[in-house]
């Protein structure tokens, strides 16, 4: 029988939590490490319809992208959506943990496979982390070369097929702009401008993009894409791979499965 512990045991072998950024919840949520794993789920996020999807699903572990708990209950009350969801967890019997900022940071993690998905060539990482692991150096972001040059729309539109979304914004004065080096980083990355923009990117894509960091970036001659946080829900069928792998090699003998819910909160009109 496989227990929770021993996959999380294997999985911060690939991504330790050593990698995770300062304040972040990280690492296990909710449950008991010693629960036996029959089925464990993949999900970007932990939502109230992810929770019901994997009860429907006889799931017993849920394997997070985003942390369920950014910010502490401050009370029980299960009028509270929040709350009422931690209880139908343990009602449950169900187990969470989530890789956050130690899976962005790992060697073969979220932003290896962002930069994989629009085929970026001479990968390099983007922004050093602090911790150096048995000599190897890891990164949040990567930039490279897209394998030919391309317009700021012309992109646009790879990032829209290749993330499957149906809108994104765009920072840029020319939307003919010819673009060759591109710097990506998962999630909300726009503080990290000014490292893509001495690593010589001609363009930068991450998510949540502010107002006035934008106008910076402008006045800078960077451009950018911001498609939004939900690109990272690649993470889904990503970790299932890794899991089905790591399933095989140490004979767990469970089932693993991804969430088929969306839970991008934004539409286009």
Request: no cysteine; aromatic share 10%.
């Given at each position: 029988m496989t227990s929770v512990n021993d996959i999380i045991t294997r999985f911060e072998k690939f991504a330790p939590l050593a990698l995770r950024e300062d304040g972040d919840p990280?690492?296990?949520?909710?449950?008991?490490?010693?629960?036996?794993?029959?089925?464990?789920m993949t999900t970007l996020d932990v939502r109230p319809e992810i929770v019901q999807e994997a009860i429907n699903k006889h799931v017993?572990?849920?394997?997070?992208?985003h942390?369920?708990?950014?910010?502490?209950?401050?009370n029980?009350?299960?009028?509270?959506?929040?709350?009422?969801?931690?209880?139908?967890?343990?009602?449950n019997n169900i187990t969470v943990y989530a890789a956050h900022t130690n899976l962005?940071?790992?060697?073969?993690?979220?932003?290896?496979?962002?930069?994989?998905?629009?085929?970026?060539?001479?990968?390099?990482?983007?922004?050093?982390?602090?911790?150096?692991?048995?000599?190897?150096?890891?990164?949040?972001?990567?930039?490279?070369?897209?394998?030919?040059s391309m317009s700021v729309r012309e992109l646009s539109e790879l990032c829209k097929k290749e993330f499957k979304v149906s809108g994104l914004r765009l920072v840029t004065n020319d939307v003919n702009h010819l673009i060759k080096r591109v710097a990506i980083l998962g999630g909300s990355g726009g503080k990290?401008?000014?490292?893509?923009?001495?690593?010589?990117?001609d363009l930068y894509i991450t998510g949540d993009l502010y107002y006035h960091t934008s106008q910076d970036m402008l006045a800078?001659?960077?451009?950018?894409?911001?498609?939004?946080?939900h690109i990272e829900s690649i993470c889904k069928v990503k970790l299932q791979t890794i899991f089905q792998k790591w399933n095989q090699e140490?004979?767990?003998k469970i089932e693993v499965i991804t969430s088929e819910i969306n839970t991008d909160p934004f539409t286009f009109a």
């Open positions: 990280t690492g296990f949520q909710i449950g008991s490490k010693k629960n036996i794993v029959h089925k464990m017993d572990f849920i394997f997070a992208h942390p369920v708990m950014f910010r502490p209950a401050k029980l009350d299960l009028s509270n959506p929040q709350n009422k969801m931690y209880a139908d967890i343990l009602k962005d940071n790992a060697n073969g993690g979220m932003n290896d496979w962002l930069a994989e998905t629009i085929k970026l060539q001479n990968v390099k990482g983007l922004v050093l982390h602090d911790t150096n692991i048995n000599g190897i150096n890891h990164y949040m972001g990567r930039i490279g070369n897209l394998s030919h990290f401008y000014p490292i893509a923009l001495k690593k010589g990117a800078y001659g960077l451009d950018a894409i911001d498609p939004g946080h140490n004979d767990w």
